[in-house]
């Protein structure tokens, strides 16, 4: 099993920047597409971007230009960098894992952003 622990959120101003971290352990890290999700209360889980073992990303077109995700394989870690964040980025984030070789699925505890003046 995956075990992912975020860190990063928080509440920040209209214009702000934050940077969320999920460190995964329990599995071989480059065979794990990383992906970083959000959910408002009411709301379905919505894909906010993803990062392939090869390092290919895709982004919701609200995000585009203004959120970059990444990944470090020497540290086991996904970072999903947000610029420009706007009050409708408000949610909580998860952090998710799917292995390439069983297509298992894992997720974090998520992580509150609050952007608010």
């Known amino acids: 099993q995956v075990q992912l622990v975020e860190s990063g959120g928080g509440l920040v101003q209209p214009g702000g920047s934050l940077r969320l971290s999920c460190e995964a352990s329990?599995?071989?890290?480059?065979?794990?597409?990383m992906g970083w999700y959000r959910q408002v209360p009411g709301n379905q889980r919505e894909l906010v971007a993803f990062?392939?073992?090869?390092?290919?990303?895709d982004y919701a077109d609200s995000v585009k230009g203004r959120f970059t995700i990444s990944r470090d394989n020497a540290k086991n870690t996904v970072y999903l960098q947000m610029n420009s964040l706007k009050p409708e980025d408000t949610a909580v984030y998860y952090c998710?894992?799917?292995?390439?070789?069983?297509?298992?699925?894992?997720w974090g505890q998520g992580t509150q952003v609050t952007v608010s003046s």
């Open positions: 998710n894992a799917k292995s390439v070789r069983t297509l298992r699925e894992d």
């Open positions: 329990g599995t071989i890290f480059s065979i794990l597409v």
């Open positions: 990062v392939n073992p090869g390092g290919g990303t």
